[in-house]
């Protein structure tokens, strides 16, 4: 029978025990947990901006909660029409809500939004989009908006190509970005390379109304890189007999034209003598 | 007879305050109480009788000594098996009714639900608080919750008690009857320890006591032992006679209207004081004499310290 | 069962606490304010009202752990209704478990009652009830118990005050874990990062309770986790509660 000090402390070693099992336990558990990837996006860059720090360190475990504050307070901020300079700090805000919640959508979008139709700063809706594709590589939609901003609003065909291409990269990204890429070539003035590109979506085309519009664009194509080629032709029949030809089959006669271009369902161009250009019988949209 | 306490050596200091300073309060305390013997642990104030009772009960870790309860040492659990405890002031769960705290009382020791109903009852009964049972504990008086915490007291039917001063706080018939109970526990073979200040109730019902000054036991034995039965004075009344008649006789304490307090140290002297009354024709109203008790033993044993 | 036996009027106890119901009140607000906030963002309704009402849950779950685990140990030294339970067989461990599992349980209905709401809200807007919440919710009460568990702890040997802002900064503490994460990473190695990288493997790390933004945006939770998470919660707790007999069982109650 053991003196009672010595039960006492006998209980007391065990206790000490379990004690330490249990540490060696947690710190074992908090090793493996930090070990299981979850979905933390890519967002504790360095911030320059002290709030957004500060509120990174202010929200514990609620910073989807508090992005969910401040964008509500945002979009309040930006329908307020009397505040006159609301949009010198856009940038800053929608920064700050895209670093506490990195994957919430709607900020980006209507940041861009905006951006673009009110404080009319391309250049900030891009900042705000390229921002969320940084943060979120899965999601088509902010190359998408991107592009589309820079092809409808800043006109840069370069730009929108490079965007719909980065769109089109990533895997959901819907079949018409495709179709807008291309456009986007064509409309910078790359003929050939719009070309192919037409003519690998008429040839992976899934549906026949895709490849109705595809072989329209395919026609617009030709129809442009024709009349460029007829244009160049005509000019320089110009510089050596000193007017237009009177129709296309002079120029083969004389041998600035190798053979009269037909569009794409074969049919003849309409000749201009007089501004020595030529355009297409029907709208390629119509056919 | 074995022990049903046993106490060797207990010392207890204490640190208290923000800057710690040790007051020594027990030291060395050793006393023994035999089985079905009720025990009084008396002293002044601050003398050290509640820390030895925490100690006993293992509020507070002793820093030397050894303490035995029914034959296992105090610090393990199963010592306080048959053990009832009834605290000073007590301190219930003041939004139960007294039914439920005892009910679950009964569950800390386990005990099926037909004994758990049964004994409740009982003790209910026991303690006369059978028509306020239902009664949340907050609305009692103190001596109502006094009688609860005696019936949590016996929920277990233990076979030692041990009272906090179970007397303090009540009516005249209150104490009457918790005294009652007390020597029941007696008849019933229950070893009893208890302290208090009212020294009448313990010269009553105790069979030993002990004395405790500033943290040392200065005197133990049976009651009988310590007080003995010799006759201090004689207390006599006596009225239609003057206070000079009895010069020399008696020491004359209070005089109310033609009565006379008087107060014979010589026994006897307390012939010839009847005497006188009965030749001068006065009145003897009453003769008591006053045997040392233990209120004296006390006072004498405390201010010797 | 003497545990049982306590736990029983803790809960009984807590359950009487009228801070209990201000929180509940506050939390059925709360929620209820999500429909509300709702209404005035542009865009996904329902990711605020998932937002706020889970946030709600978590906030006012950890103030009801704290507020009333605080008391629980301390009322009963304070007003000495401790003596009649100790001069009983019982062990001091056995104290201490039991009022832990009171609360765990006055804390589970008040979660549960917390999460109908809350369900109910998301149902009268989706129309469909998310495993995924569930989970959520299943976690941050992981969570509540830890914190009971740091409560009872403090309230063993420290008035209610101190108590509640220990357990708080334990809480503040436990949300910071990866401050500590990136501290060491710019760290120079030698003692002063060994210290650090101790530190961050021993302090809390809440975060592993937190599912809530996995469960918002609807992102998979790798299946690793759950168990993981759930081990390490019950290590914590079972440290912190033995560490709480510990101190328990050497306290003298004057």
């Known amino acids: 029978m053991k003196t009672p000090a010595a039960n006492k402390g006998s209980v007391t070693v065990l206790l000490v025990l379990a004690l330490a099992g249990a540490l060696a336990g947690l710190v074992t558990f908090k090793g493996l947990t930090d070990r299981v990837v979850r979905k933390k996006v890519p967002g504790s860059s360095i911030i320059y901006i002290p709030s957004g720090k500060f509120l990174k360190f202010a929200a514990f475990g609620f910073r989807p909660l508090a992005a969910d504050l401040i964008y509500l307070w945002a979009v309040q901020y930006f329908s307020t029409p009397t505040i006159d300079d609301r949009f010198q700090h856009l940038d800053h805000i929608f920064a700050i809500i895209n670093e506490l919640d990195p994957r919430y959508q709607d900020p980006y979008e209507v940041g861009a939004l905006i951006a673009v139709q009110e404080k009319r700063d391309v250049q900030a809706a891009f900042a705000i989009l390229d921002r969320g594709a940084a943060n979120n590589p899965d999601q088509w939609i902010y190359p998408f908006e991107a592009g589309h901003v820079a092809l409808m609003t800043l006109k840069d065909y370069p730009l929108a190509e490079k965007y719909f291409t980065q769109c089109m990269k990533i895997p959901g990204a819907p079949d018409f970005v495709e179709r807008l890429r291309a456009n986007a070539i064509f409309k910078k003035g790359d003929l050939r390379t719009s070309w192919e590109t037409w003519l690998d979506i008429f040839k992976q085309a899934p549906d026949e109304r895709t490849k109705k519009i595809a072989s329209n664009h395919l026609y617009n194509v030709k129809a442009a890189i024709d009349r460029a080629a007829l244009g160049d032709a005509a000019a320089k029949y110009r510089e050596r007999f000193g007017r237009f030809p009177a129709n296309l089959e002079e120029l083969v006669r004389t041998g600035f034209l190798r053979e009269v271009p037909k569009d794409l369902d074969g049919k003849d161009y309409l000749y201009d003598p007089g501004t020595g250009l030529a355009k297409t019988a029907i709208s390629p949209w119509k056919r | ?305 | 069962m003497r545990i049982g036996a306590i736990a029983g009027i803790t809960f009984k106890e807590a359950k009487r606490d009228r801070i209990l119901y201000l929180l509940f009140f506050f939390a059925a607000l709360g929620i209820g304010a999500s429909r509300v906030l709702a209404i005035l963002t542009v865009g996904d309704r329902i990711k605020i009202i998932k937002d706020v009402g889970l946030a709600s849950i978590a906030i006012f779950g950890v103030l009801m752990a704290i507020l009333i685990g605080t008391n629980l140990v301390y009322k009963e030294i304070d007003k000495k209704t401790i003596y009649t339970l100790l001069a009983k067989p019982l062990h001091r461990a056995e104290f201490i478990l039991g009022k832990f599992c009171g609360l765990v349980l006055t804390l589970f209905v008040m979660t549960a009652a917390m999460t109908v709401i809350f369900l109910d809200i998301v149902f009268a807007h989706t129309g469909a009830i998310e495993a995924g919440l569930l989970v959520a919710v299943a976690y941050i009460f992981l969570e509540l118990v830890l914190i009971t568990a740091v409560a009872i702890l403090f309230s063993s040997f420290s008035t209610p005050i101190l108590s509640s802002l220990f357990a708080l900064a334990f809480y503040l503490i436990g949300h910071l874990s990866w401050g500590l994460e990136l501290i060491i990473r710019k760290m120079a190695p030698g003692p002063g990062r060994t210290l650090v990288q101790v530190l961050y493997r021993v302090l809390p790390d809440l975060e592993n309770f937190n599912f809530r933004t996995e469960v918002v945006h609807g992102l998979p939770i790798p299946p690793g986790i759950y168990l993981t998470s759930l081990a390490y919660g019950v290590c914590y707790t079972a440290f912190i509660l033995v560490l709480a007999v510990l101190i328990f069982r050497r306290r003298d109650f004057i």
């Open chain 2, 1 to 305: 007879m074995a022990d049903a306490i046993r106490i060797e050596n207990l010392r207890k200091t204490f640190r208290l305050g923000f800057i710690p300073r040790p007051r020594e309060i027990l030291k060395g305390i050793t006393l023994s109480v035999r089985e079905g013997e009720t025990f009084g642990y008396l002293g002044p104030n601050g003398a050290g009788k509640t820390t030895t009772i925490k100690c006993l009960l293992g509020f507070v870790h002793p820093d030397a000594g050894t303490i035995e309860i029914l034959g296992r040492p105090h610090t393990s659990p199963r010592s306080r098996e048959r053990l009832g405890f009834l605290p000073e002031n007590p301190y219930f769960y003041d939004y139960l009714t007294a039914r439920e705290f005892l009910a679950f009382t009964a569950d800390l020791f386990g005990l099926g639900q037909e004994e758990k109903t049964e004994r409740i009852g009982r003790l209910l009964k026991l303690v006369g608080l059978e028509r306020a049972a239902d009664l949340a504990l907050r609305k009692y008086s103190r001596g109502m919750l006094q009688r609860a915490g005696l019936a949590q007291a016996l929920i277990n039917d233990p076979q030692l008690v041990v009272l906090d001063e179970p007397l303090g706080g009540m009516d005249p018939l209150g104490r009457k009857e918790i005294r009652d109970i007390i020597v029941r526990f007696k008849d019933e073979g229950k070893t009893v320890f208890l302290t208090s200040h009212i020294l009448q109730d313990i010269e009553m019902i105790c069979d030993r006591v002990a004395i405790i000054v500033g943290g040392r036991i200065v005197k133990e034995g049976g009651l009988r032992d310590l007080v003995s039965e010799k006759v201090l004075f004689t207390e006599v009344t006596v009225s239609g006679l003057p206070p000079q008649a009895f010069a020399g006789l008696g020491e004359s304490v209070s005089i109310q209207g033609d009565r006379v307090l008087l107060k014979v140290y010589d026994e006897s002297l307390v012939e010839a004081v009847v005497a006188l009354v009965h030749d001068r024709k006065g009145r003897l109203i009453s003769l008591s004499p006053r045997t040392e008790t233990l209120e004296d033993i006390f006072v004498d044993t405390v201010t010797c310290q």
